[in-house]
């Protein structure tokens, strides 16, 4: 099975911060990674798909990045409503999901 | 608009049995793999099993194979969970998810039953 690590577990930044999480899986994933965003009680939603590409209707601060094994996901302005917790997903066969980031506001 | 919506979870004894259902709306539901996820309160998202358009192929995780049964009535566009043999770490909210075409993602999502195994 594929195993994929998430850091930080979590973190607290400003509203307008740059919010960089990483994400490493444990064998070459191609770009099989997508993001989600999850909020208390709420189902995921999908913010990044294929590792770089935006979901439609998802806000332009989120951005993701990599391919093989190693992935960013990047928030270029924190905003109040970005308070969630975000999953990297990869779906190379069977999908699984990394650990989760809790991110909330400083 | 997609909809799914899960249904049938609840408390059940450890060993006990529970069926859960997900109705699916908006969409041709025999076009896509769908899918189970589950998370335990506090913990993370956790991939259970999937099923494919034509319900020919299904996967599932390690720690249910063998005690839970995915299937799918595409002429009720519903999705089921038969739990069989639950324990205590079965306990989570069970969220139904939609596939897609051509990504390899889950873009909808149902907005989750809770199964609590307990005694």
């Known amino acids: 099975d594929i195993q994929m690590t998430q850091s930080p577990s979590s973190l607290s930044a400003s509203v307008g911060d740059r919010v960089t999480i990483t994400c490493q899986a444990s064998e070459d994933i191609s770009n099989n990674l997508n993001w989600y965003q999850q909020k208390p009680g709420k189902a995921p939603k999908l913010l990044i798909y294929?590792?770089?590409n935006l979901e439609t209707g998802v806000p332009s601060r989120f951005s993701g990045s990599g391919s093989g094994t190693d992935f960013t996901f990047t928030i270029s302005s924190l905003q109040p409503e970005d308070i969630a917790t975000y999953y990297c997903?990869?779906?190379?066969?069977?999908?699984?999901f990394g650990p989760g980031t809790k991110v909330d506001i400083k | 608009e997609v909809q799914l919506v899960e249904s049938g979870g609840g408390l059940v004894q450890p060993g006990g049995s529970l069926r859960l259902s997900c109705a699916a709306s908006g969409f041709t539901f025999s076009t896509y793999w769908m899918h189970w996820v589950r998370q335990a309160p506090g913990q993370g998202l956790v991939w259970v099993s999937r099923?494919?358009?034509?319900?020919?192929?299904?996967n599932y995780a390690d720690s249910v194979k063998g005690r839970f049964t995915i299937s799918r009535d595409n002429a009720k566009n519903a999705l089921y969970l038969q739990m069989n043999s639950l324990r205590a770490e079965d306990t989570a909210v069970y969220y139904c998810?939609?596939?897609?075409?051509?990504?390899?993602?889950?873009?909808?999502w149902g907005q989750g039953t809770l199964v609590t195994v307990s005694s």
């Open positions: 099923i494919k358009g034509d319900g020919s192929a299904t």
């Open positions: 294929d590792a770089s």
């Open positions: 997903q990869q779906y190379n066969n069977l999908p699984g």
């Open positions: 998810a939609r596939g897609d075409t051509s990504r390899k993602t889950h873009p909808y």
